[in-house]
Each structure stands twice: as C-alpha cells, then as structure tokens.
C-alpha cells in the first residue's frame, strides 16, 4: 500500500506571496492532518480534514487554510507568506478517531524569502 | 494545560550500549501516547503506540516503551542501539478531548558513537 505522498517536496517564495501544498493520502484513510515544523516552534498542529469539513485547527493565524477533497486528498494554503512561514510542512492521515496512529508524508519544505 | 515534556535535547550513546528517552506528558487522564522517529530531512515513521491494555508495548526496530501511569511517563528503550538508531526522536500525545491532535515533545537527538 503506497503511503502519504506530498507535492511539491520542496518551494522558494518570496514573502508576500502565497503557495498551495498538496497531500493524497494512504488509500482507506479518511482523516488528514497538518503540521508545522520549525526549529524553534518544533512540531505544531495546524487543522485536520475529515469528510471535507475541517474538524480541528491549531493557533495559526487565518493565513493558514485549507481544504479536503472527496477522494480525501487535501490541500493546504498559505496566503501572503511571511519569513516566519519557513518550515517544513507535513502531512498525515489515519483511520476516523483518536484511537488510530497516523502516518506521515516526507513533507514539503517552504521556504520564504 | 496538557503537554509534553522530552527533557533531553541531546543523547549520545555507543553503539551496542542500551538505550533509554525520556517521556512525560501533563493530564489528567490517560491519553493515547506514540512514538516516532524522524531522519534527517525525512517526514515522521511511527515507532510504537500505546492506546491501552498491557503497558510494556513493542514496536519497531527493536524498540520498545514502557508507560507508567503513576509517573506519566511514556519512556522509550532499545536494549542494543545501531549506528543507524541516530535520528531525532518525538514523543507525541493524543489528549482526547482535542480529538486526533497530536500534541509532540520537543524531540531528542540522538548521536550513535562507533
């Protein structure tokens, strides 16, 4: 079974824009989170994906968004990027409920200049 | 507040030699805890899980952990580490009312000498 897959694995921007991160999930797996890790802040929840709908969000700031799909593929979207949202973005999804482990893609690496 | 304490930033160890990161975790009832393992520029591998039952689980590579209620702690060991354990290593914890968040440590380097 191929596990999570991320697109693209690694982004140049320049502050102010904005960039859109891909993640597909491992097949069967309804429910997909996203994480923030950074040096400093370590790893940080961002929201999770279930059936389309966004079920929980972390403390970023509006910029951060997303969205699922209804194949479950979900997207990630940074609008107006600061030097701050350099990181390494990473996916995960699982099986429905807390009492399932989740996997994690190799992540995207943002960077912002 | 619910968290999650790694206390070492840094291990080193001899190759051979046993193995031992620290875990604890803040609240008030038993969460869901994990471990994982994060290579250099490499996303997240699941180690082992805990959800309930016998506390001494099993993982993979040869690790295993240990979760003591009375402590809350969720320790991570390998009897005998390889060069190739060297890695970052995370402790992370589902605290269920926040449903399928995973709440990390901040992680422990750990350095393997030949």
């Known amino acids: 079974k191929a596990g999570v897959t991320q697109t693209p694995r690694y982004l140049i921007k320049t502050r102010g824009q904005q960039v859109t991160l891909s993640c597909s999930p491992i097949s069967g797996h309804r429910s997909v989170s996203w994480y923030q890790q950074t040096p400093g802040q370590g790893l940080q929840f961002l929201f999770e994906?279930?059936?389309?709908?966004?079920?929980n969000k972390g403390n970023f700031p509006g910029r951060f968004s997303g969205r699922q799909f209804s194949n479950s593929r979900s997207e990630m979207n940074v609008s107006t990027l600061e030097l701050g949202d350099s990181a390494l973005y990473l996916c995960?999804?699982?099986?429905?409920?807390?009492?399932?482990?989740?996997?994690f893609g190799p992540g995207t690496r943002l960077t912002v200049t | 507040a619910q968290s999650v304490t790694q206390p070492d930033i840094h291990i080193t160890v001899s190759e051979g030699a046993s193995l031992e990161l620290r875990c604890n975790y803040s609240y008030g009832a038993t969460p869901y805890l994990f471990w994982y393992v994060q290579s250099p520029g490499q996303g997240l591998q699941l180690l082992l899980k805990y959800f309930s039952g016998d506390t001494l689980v099993q993982g993979i590579k040869g690790f295993e952990a240990e979760f003591k209620r009375s402590q809350s702690s969720f320790n991570l060991r390998k009897p005998s580490v390889h060069w190739s354990d060297a890695a970052e290593y995370f402790c992370a914890v589902v605290f269920m009312e926040y449903g399928n968040k995973l709440v990390f440590g901040a992680g422990t380097i750990l350095r393997v000498k030949s």
């Open positions: 995960a999804s699982s099986l429905v409920g807390p009492a399932y482990e989740q996997y």
């Open positions: 994906y279930f059936s389309e709908t966004q079920r």
